[in-house]
Structure formats: C-alpha cells, structure tokens
C-alpha cells in the first residue's frame, strides 16, 4: 500500500513531532510511506479567507506532489477537508479528483482503511479530547451533538487502545475552540475568549494534556494555556496513539 | 463608515462575566432544542421533509404566491405587494392615514424591523406599540433586538427592571421576573383595548387556501388582531408553502428548534377578516427576488426565522447580536445581509469559524457555513476585502506555489523568531495580544525528514 504523507505548512515549520509521529506510526502499522519533497500548503488559508481564486498556483503544486498514490494521508482535519472540498486543477483534472478521493485524516485512515484494532501504545495521562470542527462536522470523524444519529468517536475509538490513558471530555463535548484560520487574528477578541471557555472546561476535569486531531486548534489552545501559564499541556493525537512511555 | 463585527465584539467581551451569562443563557436553549429534537425519533426525517418543501417552494415560487394572492383576494384580504421596505412602510402608512388612525399595536415582526416600519413612523408622529415582552423592553430602551426569538437576550433583569422602572415606574431595584412581568402585561393590556390597528407578521403563508398562521407564546398577535378594526400582516414572499397539510411539518420544527418547545403555546391561523374588520397582507420583496437569482445563496431563504443557528453560533453567543448591526443577526444573517448591502456587511461572513454548526441544527437544512465560505469569495472577488489582507494573501499564494521559496521563507521565519523574539511577540502581532506563539523548533519535518527518514521515491 503506496501512502504519501501529507505534511500541512504548519506541522512542518512549528510542530516536526507532530509529521515525526505520524510518518513512524504509519510505518509501524506497515504502511510503505513517501513524503513528497516539494509539496507546501493546502490552500486552506487563502480559501477560507475569500481568496480561492488565488490557490491554484499552490493547488496544482498539490498535484504534482500527491498524484498517483494509493492514498494520501494528514494528520490534519482541517487541512484534509480543505482538499476533499476545494482541490482543483484545471490542467489535471482526474488526478485532482483522484487526490480528492484517497486523501485521509490519519484517524480515519486508521479505523476506516487500515481498520486497526490493537495499537502497542502507553500513555499514562489524564487527556481531554479537544474534536476540531472541520474534523468532526467536516469529516464526520465522530457524531454530533446537532444531529440526531448514533453516536460514535474514531479519535475515541484508538485512544481507547490506549494502555493506561484517562480519556475525558468537557462539557461541552463539540464546541468549535476559536482558532478559524485568520479569524484568529482579525476576530481576535471572539477567537481568543471561544478558546478561554475551552480550556476552563478541560482545566475543571484536571487533565494533563488537550489532544486533537488538528495542530492548528492545539496551537491556539497552546497559546492561551501558555499565557495563563497553565500546566496543562498540548499534544497532538498522533504523538499519543505513538507513543511507548 | 459602518463600526466592524470584530469591533463590536471585542466591546461586548469587554464585559467577560456578562458575556459568561449570555453565551450560558442561549447555550442552555440550545440544549433545550437538542432535547425536544432527541424527542422525535424521525427529527432527522422532519428537517428533510422541511427542506425539500421549501426548495419545492422556491422553485415554483411565482405560481404558489399567484395561487395565494387569488385565495387571500377570494377570502377577503386584501393583498398588497412591496418592492422594497419604502414601499411596504408607505403602503402600511396610506393605510392609517385612511382611517385616520393614532393607536396602533404590534406583534411578531421581524419584516417590520428589515424594513424599519418603527422609524419610518414615528417620522410620520405615529406612535407604533410593540407588544411582544422582549421587543416593548429594547423599544423602551431605544434599541434594536439582538435576536430574532428572544429580541432583548443581551439584557439581565436587572436592566429590565431598571428600564420599568423609567418607563412604567415600578418599584425601583424590583428585579422579580413576576413582578416585572406583570407591570409590563397591565401596561400592554391598556395599549390592546384603546388600539384600532394591529400588525403582525406572518410565520407561514399557505398557498392552496389563502391563509395565513402566526406563531407566537404570549398571544399578542391574537390580542392585537381581534380587537383593532385593521389587521395588517405583513411577509417576506419566501413564507409561502403550498399546502395546510405542510403545516404538520413545520410547526414541529419550528418551536422544538426555536426554544425546544413541542409548539408554540399559540399557532393562530388567519384566513379572512371577521365581520366588519379589514385584514390586509403585504407581500414583501426587499432583496428576495436578487437572492433568488444567486445560486449559490438562493437557498437562504428557505429559512423560517427559528433562530436555532444564533442560539448555536460560539461567535453570536460570545459577541452578541448588535454586533452584526443587521435586523437579522448571527450565522443566518450574514448570508442574509451581504445581499442587500454587500459593502456595508462585507465583515459578516468572516465573523465565523466556519464550524459547520449553524448548518447541524438549521431545520430546513441551510448549508448556512458553506455559504459564508462562498460568500468570502464574492467579497473578495468583488472588491470589498480590506487591501491589506489582500497583500498578505498574495505574498501566501506565491509562496506556496514555489516549494523552495515557502522553505526559505519558513526557514527564515523561524530563525528570526528565534533570534529575535520580540519581532514577533509584539504589539502588532495580534496574536501575540493574549497568546503565546508557538516555539520554533530548531528543524522543519522536512529537514527532519531528509536526515532521518527515507527518501522519497519520486
Ligand atoms: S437559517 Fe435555519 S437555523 Fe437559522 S434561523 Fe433560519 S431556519 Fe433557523
């Protein structure tokens, strides 16, 4: 199984552990992965801000790094969404297509593919399970509590098989946490108090670590843990599900 | 020039514990709708059947509003229709001016407040009384509801009492919802038994019988039109649904997304003026026709006003409704307003995370976030982004699309917040205001990868 790793623009210059711990857990599990050199950024941010039309320089770069591969993997929600939603490329449109189609959040590639049901991993936390929106409401990653369907969690499901962790959820189990792409900046106000409420909910079950499936929501939340000078602390759900502690 | 969303928000946050209690009070009815809509096994099938009415609806839309005029006519009413919210004041004005009229009520009107009926006249020295609790409170205070269902949500009793206190001189610090209540339900009642007109908006307008049902839970839409001798209605052209029979499907979503309700505590169905009486109906455009004509954003108005989208919104919650400075407000309103004034509400479909919510619990299945999404790129393609952002979003794109250039970049990015913190933890770095930024690492994934992973086969 040909898998190319997906590794968004962020992970790469702020959050390497994060591409480190996906790249080692997919090769545990025996995958055969590439990481395509020349690949940048998903568009995403240019997109959500209005400015699709600029993306296409960035997405027929996309393209050309990830055609041709039985499936392309990300830990990144958000980034995946972005993809499966608005990757276009008017010279290659097949292989845009084809792109759409395979392109995995890890998560998901985990339960739905690859159908894992043992992980030989150990955490000895407390964790509180932080579900991005573009990951849950995007990517059906889990059930919400909108809708009136069965509920079900793939991030739950593998941190479940998880030796020694405490998995914990706060009150309000699917509230967006603020981040937004460049909301966080121009709402600064909102995005910053949306991520207040979200750590006080975590912080009154007394957890170690916030964990998720999308590094740009951790970041968010990092950051206000940090300026509050919290001990809690982030970690995206692939530095878990690989780690041996 | 218009004050922004953010702006706005960022005042009302200001106050955290008030915003604490707000975004507490409307999560609490959001839960309340989760509940009621748990409550029905087949929810998921209702909001289907909703939405596929209401698109029905407005793909045959002229047919259904003739079909309604010609049944309204037969029954009695008498049909008026408004190009935009000018015309709808003055046909409402020509109206009272022809009976000469001073004492007018109001109830359940969000239209009246799209096409600012009050201004126009108070303009004109007539005195409108809006009698719905929560709408008499912010008319008191001089203010716009914040919400369409609960217009006065952003104020706590204590604001409540204080303005009683100045309009209706109760006990001054009284703030016992009962007692509050009460003064305001003896004030109202005078305002019923002396008025001679009374307006009310229209919750869904039947085409197959030419009548009309108003939803309400203090009944003053009924007070109001079974006293006065006029009975103005006035709608929004996208009300309309075919059949009496549809009722069965909207009347259960409606209350349940609304407040969690099973149903309004009144459903009141008008269908022709009682003896001696003159019911009219104005039949409002304002914008619809053009938001038809836009595909993309067409569906829009398929909304019935429940107000489940505001209640849900993290962003409407946190920065309350005067924020969005529109008579709609929250996620349904900045797909709404950027059609009648794309310039002036050209911040509105970013004032969200584009977290999907709005879109879950919508009961006739707006895709409300995927249009905030399309609208951003009307906004920009049109020219109202702010140039600054357009720069950044230039330099981005160009970046991206040269994988050597975007490593230089991030690799100078990094080494210079590494060497010089405070080029980035600085007072124009907005995020930095009450956030730390994330520490650089000393290599990317990439560097990482090329020393210690394999080589990429391609
Ligand atoms: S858009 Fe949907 S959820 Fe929002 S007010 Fe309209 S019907 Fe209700």
Known sequence: MQVALFIPCYIDQFYPQVGIATLQLLEKLGCDVSFPLEQTCCGQPMANSGFASLSKGCDANFVENFSGFDYIVAPSGSCVLHVKEHLQDAAHPEKAANIRKNVYELTEFLTDVLKVEKLQARFPFKVGLHNSCHGQRGLHLSSMTETMTPSFSKPEQLLNMVTDIRLSKPKRNDECCGFGGTFCVFEEAVSVKMGKDRVAEHDDNEVDYISGGDTSCLMHLEGILKRQGSKIKTIHIAEILNSSL | ?458
């Not at chain 2, 229209?202 to 006293?227: I, K, L, R, Y």
């Not at chain 2, 509400?345 to 879109?359: E, I, R, V, W, Y």
Request: charged share 25%; proline share 4%.
């Open chain 2, 1 to 458: 020039m218009k004050i922004s969303h953010a702006a706005l928000a960022e005042k009302f946050i200001a106050d955290e514990p008030r915003t604490d209690w707000h975004d507490d009070t409307l999560w609490f009815v959001r839960e309340k709708r989760d509940k009621a809509a748990h409550g029905l096994p087949e929810w998921e099938q209702l909001r289907e059947w909703g939405s596929q009415i209401k698109d029905h609806t407005l793909s045959n839309l002229s047919n259904y509003l003739k079909e309604f005029e010609e049944k309204a006519k037969a029954n009695g009413i008498i049909v008026h229709w408004a190009g935009d919210g000018d015309e709808h004041n003055k046909i409402i004005h020509t109206i009272i001016q022809k009976h000469k009229i001073q004492k007018i009520v109001k109830s359940k009107s969000m239209l009246t407040e799209e096409c600012h009926l009050n201004d126009y006249l108070q303009e004109k020295g007539i005195e409108v009384v809006d009698t719905d609790l929560g709408e008499r409170i912010v008319q008191f205070r001089k203010e716009a509801p914040s919400h369409i269902v609960l217009p006065a949500i952003h104020l706590k009793r204590e604001d409540v009492s204080e303005t009683f206190h100045e309009h209706l001189q109760t006990e001054k610090g009284n703030n016992d919802p009962q007692y509050l209540t009460e003064a305001a339900r003896q004030h109202l009642r005078d305002k019923f038994v002396q008025s001679e007109l009374a307006i009310t908006g229209v919750n869904f307008a039947v085409a197959e019988t030419g009548g009309f049902v108003v939803c309400t839970n203090e009944g003053n839409a009924d007070m109001g039109a079974h006293t006065a001798a006029v009975h103005i209605a006035c709608m929004g052209f996208e009300k309309i649904i075919p059949k009496a029979e549809h009722l069965a499907v909207f009347l259960r979503l409606l209350a349940r997304s609304a407040t969690g309700q099973p149903i309004t505590t009144y459903s009141s169905h008008f269908h022709k003026p009682r003896p001696g009486q003159e019911m009219h109906l104005v039949i409002v455009d304002n914008g619809r026709s053009k938001q038809l004509g836009r595909e993309d954003f067409r569906n829009s108005l398929k909304c019935i006003r429940c107000a489940a989208c505001f209640n849900t919104c993290p962003v409407y919650r946190r920065s309350g409704g005067h924020s969005y400075q529109t008579a709609v407000a929250g996620p349904i309103g900045s797909i709404l307003s950027p059609n009648l004034d794309m310039k002036a509400n050209a911040d509105l479909p970013f004032a969200s995370t584009l977290c999907g919510s709005c879109t879950n619990v919508c009961p006739v299945k707006i895709n409300i976030h995927e249009q905030l999404w399309k609208w951003r790129q009307v906004i920009v393609a049109e020219g109202y982004a702010d140039s600054t952002k357009t720069i950044g979003m230039k330099t981005m794109a160009y970046l991206f699309s040269k994988p050597s250039l975007y490593r230089f970049a991030g690799k100078m990015g990094r080494r210079m917040m590494k060497a010089f913190p405070f080029m980035t933890n600085n007072k124009f770095n907005v995020w930095y205001k009450q956030r730390e930024m994330p520490k650089p690492p000393k290599e990317s994934f990439r560097e990482w990868y090329l020393k210690n992973g394999k080589i990429n086969r391609k």
